[in-house]
């Protein structure tokens, strides 16, 4: 289960220098993180973050390796630290032991940017199902700290989009049409260059049932298509409305 935005090579640079002549993950724990020296060759500009995460990482692992879950929860289970609530999160999941409860403490953690966030907004989805209106609140709490933390991060626009697109999809499911109409239009917006979030909300539509609504997402598509030259992706998308319309007849 992927829990982090690092790179293999980045977590391989943050190991070895955490660990350089012997340290443990806990060597770097005093009152405040202790900066493992950056190698020569470094070219990771976020050292101070990139090494605290994966050390959080880390020995929350080397817990529940030694001693267990029962033990890291004992140790890591109020933790406010995002990577470190993640990280026993996706241990709970491993010996499914992970619930609904401890899926919405990673994500009101506040937020580490690199923090893979994405299994988490899927097993709150998927877990929370009989208790629907608690996790749209917790999604949308989720989805404006995400937003404000990514301001100024690379790439963050587009995280944050992406996170808002899976959002409006789960509004679809969670039945709140006029959210999800909303959502999708203000993405839409957002993404004047593309039809992806045109598609996305056809398909979201469609799988609720919402035939009506998918028909005018396809259409959404097709006009955007169009605007942007894409002819023969135009057409072929009013054909599918058209398809998708003989539903409603």
Not at 169 to 193: C, I, N, S
Not at 218 to 232: D, I, S, T
Request: charged share 25%; with cysteine; proline share 3%.
């Amino acid at each position: 289960m992927r829990i982090s935005w690092l790179s293999a090579d980045e977590i391989a640079a943050a190991r070895a220098a955490l660990t350089a002549g012997g340290a443990t993950w806990d060597d770097h724990f005093g009152p405040d993180f202790e900066i493992p020296a950056s190698p020569p060759d470094n070219r990771l500009l976020d050292w101070d973050r990139i090494t605290e995460h994966v050390a959080r990482a880390e020995r929350v692992s080397e817990v529940v390796r030694a001693h267990g879950l029962d033990e890291a929860r004992a140790r890591f289970g109020t933790t406010r630290i995002a990577i470190e609530a993640a990280t026993l999160a996706a241990a709970a999941h491993e010996g499914e032991e992970l619930d609904l409860d401890q899926v919405i403490d990673v994500l009101q953690c506040p937020i580490d940017t690199y923090v893979f966030y994405a299994p988490f907004l899927e097993l709150m989805v998927a877990y929370g199902k009989d208790d629907v209106e608690r996790t749209v609140q917790a999604y949308e709490e989720f989805a404006a700290a995400y937003a404000a933390a990514l301001t100024n991060v690379p790439h963050g626009t587009e995280r944050v989009g992406a996170m808002r697109d899976g959002l409006a999809d789960f509004y679809v499911a969670a039945g709140k049409t006029d959210e999800a109409e909303a959502l999708f239009e203000r993405r839409h917006d957002e993404d004047q260059g593309d039809v992806a979030v045109a598609l996305s909300a056809s398909r979201a539509f469609l799988a609720a049932g919402s035939v009506s609504h998918a028909v005018r997402w396809l259409g959404v598509g097709a006009a955007r298509a169009a605007a942007l030259g894409r002819g023969a992706l135009a057409e072929r998308l009013r054909a599918k409305q058209e398809v998708v319309r003989r539903r409603l007849s």
